[in-house]
């Protein structure tokens, strides 16, 4: 099972987020994920990359994916067990990090989703993930739905 995530660039509720993130991990990889993908960018990301490495310790056997949405653009992967290249070299650049976050939701079965309002680029992650009928574990967990 392939899990990818969408959340803001910049979130205030760290900690809390934090802390969920340690408690819906286990159960997913308990679960079959193995894969985890992530964007590398921003606050959120910064957050799921630290809770699947933590989860590493636990559970060696899964992989932290960081995904690119540029490949002349110098990122440190070193902290990540790979990483891949959506197809995009037809993609205008400015559209580069929209398109990657498309192929990632596309590709994986669930979502898991720090976005907190419904404007900027996570937001409209998360709407696609929603229009491809993904799994998505929303934060703050809504009663009932995703």
């Known amino acids: 099972m392939t899990v990818t995530f969408c ?84 993609v205008p650049r400015w559209y580069a990090i929209l398109r990657r976050n498309e192929w990632m939701v596309s590709v994986s079965d669930v979502v898991i989703s720090g976005v907190l309002h419904s404007w900027g680029g996570a937001a409209r992650t998360l709407e696609f993930a929603q229009r491809k009928n993904k799994v998505v574990l929303q934060y703050p967990a809504q009663a009932g739905g995703t």
């Open 7 to 90: 959340g803001h660039s910049k979130i205030y509720q760290t900690c809390e987020i934090s802390k969920w993130l340690d408690i819906i991990l286990p159960s997913l990889i308990e679960g079959g994920a193995t894969t985890f993908y992530l964007g590398g960018y921003g606050a959120f990301d910064g957050l799921a990359a630290a809770a699947v490495r933590k989860q590493k310790e636990s559970y060696p056997h899964i992989e932290l994916v960081l995904v690119l949405a540029y490949l002349d653009r110098e990122i440190d992967a070193s902290r990540y067990d790979g990483t891949t290249y959506p197809p995009l070299e037809k």
